[in-house]
Nanobody, 119 residues
Framework: QVQLVESGGALVQPGGSLVLSCAAS????????MGWYRQAPGKERERIGD???????TYADSVKGRFIISGDIAKNTVYLQMNSLKPEDTAVYYC?????????????WGQGTQVTVSS
């Protein structure tokens, strides 16, 4: 079973920056895209954005202009550059990946990494 591992979560002051990373435990051969989600206490999981195998990125309106997704999908690595962080960005951040295998879409998730924005 593929496992995704996020890292880089930390306590950051408002206005600060942070980079999260994610990598797969083994190669995802037919990878389609990788992306980021987050979940704040008492709230539903929220999509942040993703990057396709072709390098196209998409973002939720809440993070446009502040967050940047990059990586090498073929190598199963993705990063989340977060700038101008706000207290409302506090959440557990999750990486995910999709693959198309034998006509089936498989979804993989990481365990999450905590980001806390506070003074």
């Amino acid at each position: 079973q593929v496992q995704l591992v996020e890292s880089g979560g930390a306590l950051v002051q408002p206005g600060g920056s942070l980079v999260l990373s994610c990598a797969a435990s083994r190669s995802i051969f037919s990878i389609n895209d990788m992306g980021w989600y987050r979940q704040a206490p008492g709230k539903e999981r929220e999509r942040i954005g993703d990057i396709t195998s072709g390098g196209t990125t998409t973002y939720a309106d809440s993070v446009k202009g502040r967050f940047i997704i990059s990586g090498d999908i073929a190598k199963n690595t993705v990063y989340l550059q977060m700038n101008s962080l706000k207290p409302e960005d506090t959440a557990v951040y999750y990486c995910n990946a999709h693959e198309l295998q034998f006509g089936r879409l498989n979804t993989y998730w990481g365990q999450g990494t905590q980001v806390t924005v506070s003074s």
